[in-house]
């Protein structure tokens, strides 16, 4: 497993994240092309947390992502192509995006866990707060990330005993650990971001018009 009870800490802050890393994923702005296909009922069958997801559930197009918040590449796709793949297809019932974490070292864990604690009761905060650690990436995946990541977590409203308290959750991250293993075990998941559109996966940082065409293809099919 990528996580375990080791301690990741700075100063006072104690979080239960693992320090065992899978190295750097295999990652490209290239247009990615389809590897393989999963089933539906494969792909949507619940997990270790519930999913996180924007849209209509009925919506004729279904896209799973998954991300590392630590990943460049992950942020990049955010950043250029989310905000009109959501203004296109999510706000006008044609895509419903679930987003699922797939962390690839203790520091996107950690983030991962300050979005979840966020959004418990509120999806729109869970999105929120993935949406800010994405543009403010640069600013704390670095080498000692605890005071950027608590000034980030203190906008969506954590105090300093609540952000200790959400990373020393292991219960929360011995979820993410198996919503990773789970990607990589049954989907074959091998970097981020890895996005299933109806089930059919496309690896890399996709364009809108990469996406729009992987959609359109899917829409004609309805």
Same mark, same amino acid.
């Given at each position: 497993?990528?996580?375990?009870?080791?301690?990741?800490?700075?100063?006072?802050?104690?979080?239960?994240?693992?320090?065992?890393?899978?190295?750097?994923?295999?990652?490209?702005?290239?247009?990615?092309?389809?590897?393989?296909?999963?089933?539906?009922?494969?792909?949507?069958?619940?997990?270790?947390?519930?999913?996180?997801?924007?849209?209509?559930?009925?919506?004729?197009?279904?896209?799973?992502?998954?991300?590392?918040?630590?990943?460049?590449?992950?942020?990049?796709?955010?950043?250029?192509?989310?905000?009109?793949?959501?203004? +296109?297809? &999510? @706000?006008?019932? !044609? =895509?419903?995006?679930?987003?699922?974490? $797939?962390?690839?070292?203790?520091?996107?864990?950690? #983030?991962?866990?300050?979005?979840?604690?966020?959004?418990?009761?509120?999806?729109?905060?869970?999105?929120?707060?993935?949406?800010?650690?994405?543009?403010?990436?640069?600013?704390?995946?670095?080498?000692?990330?605890?005071?950027?990541?608590?000034?980030?977590?203190?906008?969506?409203?954590?105090?300093?005993?609540?952000?200790?308290?959400?990373?020393?959750?292991?219960?929360?991250?011995?979820?993410?650990?198996?919503?990773?293993? +789970?990607? &990589? @075990?049954?989907? !074959? =998941?091998?970097?981020?971001?890895?996005? $299933?559109?109806?089930?059919?996966?496309?690896?890399? #940082?996709?364009?809108?018009?990469?996406?729009?065409?992987?959609?359109?293809?899917?829409?004609?099919?309805?």
């Amino acid at each position: 497993m990528l996580f375990n009870r080791r301690t990741f800490c700075q100063g006072a802050i104690t979080t239960a994240l693992a320090v065992a890393a899978l190295g750097s994923s295999a990652l490209s702005l290239a247009p990615a092309w389809a590897q393989s296909t999963v089933p539906t009922e494969e792909l949507m069958k619940p997990g270790a947390l519930p999913d996180m997801s924007l849209g209509k559930a009925d919506a004729p197009v279904t896209i799973v992502e998954y991300a590392s918040a630590t990943c460049p590449h992950c942020a990049h796709f955010h950043e250029t192509t989310f905000p009109e793949l959501k203004k +296109r297809y &999510i @706000d006008t019932g !044609k =895509v419903h995006f679930i987003f699922r974490e $797939f962390p690839l070292d203790p520091l996107a864990a950690a #983030a991962f866990m300050l979005a979840r604690c966020a959004g418990k009761d509120d999806s729109n905060r869970y999105f929120a707060m993935i949406d800010t650690l994405f543009r403010q990436q640069k600013e704390w995946a670095v080498q000692k990330p605890i005071p950027p990541l608590l000034a980030i977590a203190k906008q969506a409203g954590f105090t300093e005993a609540t952000f200790n308290e959400c990373l020393a959750n292991q219960d929360l991250l011995d979820s993410i650990e198996k919503v990773r293993q +789970r990607a &990589i @075990d049954d989907f !074959k =998941v091998k970097s981020t971001p890895t996005f $299933f559109v109806n089930g059919t996966e496309h690896d890399g #940082a996709l364009t809108i018009e990469n996406m729009a065409k992987l959609i359109d293809e899917q829409l004609k099919e309805k």
